[in-house]
């Protein structure tokens, strides 16, 4: 079964702490995955994916196929980094269909 | 150029109804997705449209239904309304199938 799980539905750490927020999937193919962020009151957008093994806002994922995790992470929290992340992984055939995680929601503190 | 707008923001409807969402996908945009997210949970895609074709579809039953003009706007129509179908009704647009999705501020759809 394709799934994608994140065992967090709240996070709250301190102005410049490290964060990670876990994502693990369930996939028999090789995967896409992504991870959406929300800010209040904003529509859901794109953040990074894994593709593109780049870093955005500061943040960066792995994609680790023999843990089936997929975590983002980021060193030094801001305050702005608050907001609701969906980790989500693309399945391919018959077509595209885009499976999310039920989201975590990260509390930055000053 | 324009982001995808949906209509309407906010609609209440009676069980048993019929309902239309609409959605207007950013310019140039040929592939459209719709999902539905229940309070407290992530987006569950309900089925993508290329090039006014279906070409995937979740675990949704045949009375959620959809169309995409030859403008690549959609429509999702729900018949036989539930309860359970009150939730945030999310449209998204992509360039093509498996590119980057850009989504709309939703529709919430309360069933009473």
């Known amino acids: 079964a394709q799934r994608v799980t994140q065992p967090e539905k709240l996070l709250s750490v301190f102005k410049g702490a490290p964060v990670e927020l876990k994502c693990n999937y369930s996939?028999?193919?090789?995967?896409?995955l992504f991870w959406y962020v929300q800010y209040s009151r904003q529509r859901l957008q794109l953040l990074l994916r894994h593709i593109s093994r780049e870093s955005i806002k500061g943040f960066t994922a792995d994609l680790n196929k023999g843990e089936t995790s997929f975590h983002l992470k980021k060193p030094f929290a801001q305050e702005e980094d608050s907001a609701m992340y969906y980790c989500a992984l693309r399945a391919h055939g018959g077509g595209f269909k885009t499976i999310f995680g039920a989201g975590t929601r990260l509390f930055v503190k000053a | 150029e324009t982001g995808v707008t949906q209509s309407p923001t906010h609609l209440i409807k009676t069980r048993g109804q019929q309902v239309t969402l609409r959605c207007s996908s950013q310019?140039?945009?040929?592939?459209v997705s719709w999902y539905q997210q229940a309070l407290g949970q992530g987006p569950q895609f309900i089925f993508q449209?290329?090039?006014?074709?279906?070409?995937g579809r979740g675990n949704f039953p045949p009375r959620f239904s959809g169309l995409q003009f030859p403008n690549y706007s959609s429509e999702l129509n729900v018949n036989a309304l539930e309860l359970d179908d009150s939730a945030l009704y999310l449209c998204?647009?992509?360039?093509?199938?498996?590119?980057?999705?850009?989504f709309g501020q939703g529709t919430r759809l309360t069933v009473v």
């Open positions: 310019s140039g945009h040929n592939t």
């Open positions: 998204a647009s992509s360039l093509a199938e498996d590119t980057e999705a850009f």
């Open positions: 996939y028999s193919g090789s995967p896409e």
């Open positions: 449209y290329y090039r006014e074709e279906e070409n």
